[in-house]
């Protein structure tokens, strides 16, 4: 075979293998098409979060949480969400933030404690503070229209040995809150009235020995505040007589935990 007829079959052989690559192309041959497929949904579900920064010690309210979709994956078991709890309002209805909860957090049952359960009380309490009762009558109890979160003024009496006797009555701590009366410690305002023997308040640790000693030397009454009034100094009007009863006001202030201190002077 001479060299021509080779580099003719040759030729021959590449023509017939570009027309029928170009027959398969026309025909719809050649590499398949890949085309995206979308993801199936995600499945979602409503959790309740904290609308915003929450401190401890902070009762819920309906404005400081919201329902927000959460990954079904992803939602955890003491998560509170919307098909176990359709009614806001229910589900954190006598609820207390126990931990620091922050805006978009997941609120769940292990961040807040429920009014009928175990250390309530405490997760009302803010850092640094303490519990204490004290006894209170009808009389020393503003007529029993003092309600958990008022905000009260704390005055002793004591009697003097002087002849007749003479009653002493000073104010020793002011501003101070009601965490509860006897065993109501929900805020409740169509209540009229809570006639108890106890009232709970919140005081500091100087504060709680201040009044554990006033309780042993005299009577404690409740003086309550009016509504956004948290003047915590006492007043400045000069103190004054009238018959039997010496009024001693006094308005120091301790610099570590500005607890008031008992000074003053008798008035004359």
Do not use: C
Not at 229 to 241: F, L, R, T
């Amino acid at each position: 075979m001479n060299t021509k007829r080779i580099i003719v079959l040759g030729l021959a052989l590449v023509a017939a293998s570009a027309a029928a690559l170009l027959a398969r192309g026309i025909m719809g041959g050649g590499t398949p098409k890949v085309e995206a497929k979308i993801a199936p949904p995600i499945a979602m579900s409503e959790v309740l979060v904290a609308s915003s920064n929450i401190q401890p010690g902070l009762a819920l309210t309906t404005d400081m949480v919201k329902w927000q979709s959460w990954p079904q994956s992803a939602v955890d078991s003491n998560f509170i969400t919307h098909a176990s709890a359709p009614n806001l309002g229910e589900a954190i209805k006598n609820t207390v933030v126990r931990v620091p909860l922050y805006a978009g957090q997941p609120i769940s049952n292990t961040s807040i404690v429920h009014g009928n359960a175990t250390g309530f009380m405490a997760a009302q309490l803010q850092p640094g503070m303490r519990a204490l009762s004290i006894t209170i009558s009808v009389d020393s109890g503003a007529g029993g229209f003092i309600l958990p979160n008022d905000r009260v003024d704390l005055m002793l009496a004591t009697k003097t040995n002087d002849s007749p006797p003479h009653v002493k009555v000073k104010t020793i701590l002011s501003d101070v809150r009601v965490l509860a009366v006897d065993q109501t410690f929900t805020e409740d305002k169509n209540t009229k009235a809570v006639v108890g023997k106890t009232a709970t308040l919140e005081l500091t640790p100087s504060q709680a020995e201040l009044v554990a000693a006033a309780q042993n030397t005299g009577t404690i009454s409740l003086s309550l505040r009016g509504l956004g009034d948290n003047d915590a100094q006492a007043s400045n009007k000069p103190a004054g007589e009238d018959g039997p009863v010496s009024v001693i006001r006094y308005g120091v202030e301790r610099a570590n935990d500005n607890a008031s201190t008992v000074q003053g002077e008798r008035a004359q």
